[in-house]
């Protein structure tokens, strides 16, 4: 098999990202140039300390390739596109974040991870990147938004151009009124 590299922004960490590969899920550490707009990118990625007794760095993250959304989760691939996949995201202990993957009403993975008060400080409006991926996949119009913004973004287009803006919002009022029949 071909190796296929996908480059992912860091989340928390702008002008920072992984280039993850597809297949086997290795992934590196890069940073993109500071003059350089980051294009091209498939989503984001962020490094998560996994246990709460022995923690491991775990490459979480969403993206879009090929008009499918997946999360990934270390080792794990989830397909998020039809919705059968859910994310649910609990605190059992004080500093300590649940995160269960479930197919159908099956849990596919339980994953604990630790934060600290500057995790909380620092994602005062938008969470971490388990809550940003549970409302993406919240409904299909959010899905259908993040794989048509990050498809324009790996074809160099940028969001913060306004014709091409335009072009996504055209492109989701269609994706409405198909949904509405």
Known sequence: MQERWILLENYE???RGFRLEFASLAFESIEFPANQDVARTAGYASLIAAG???RRAVLTGIFATDDRLWFLLGKKLFDLTDGCVVLRKTSPW?????VAVLSGCVEQVVFDYRIRLAD?????T???IFT???EIIETPETRYRFIRAWAMSQEGRLLSDPEVHRELEDEIERF???LRG
């Not at 909380?120 to 005062?124: D, V």
């Open 13 to 15: 960490s702008p002008g």
């Open 52 to 54: 709460i007794l022995r």
């Open 94 to 98: 004080p500093f300590i974040r649940r």
């Open 120 to 124: 909380e400080r620092y994602w005062p």
């Open 126 to 128: 938008r969470g971490d």
């Open 132 to 134: 940003y991926v549970i």
């Open 176 to 178: 409405r009124t198909k």
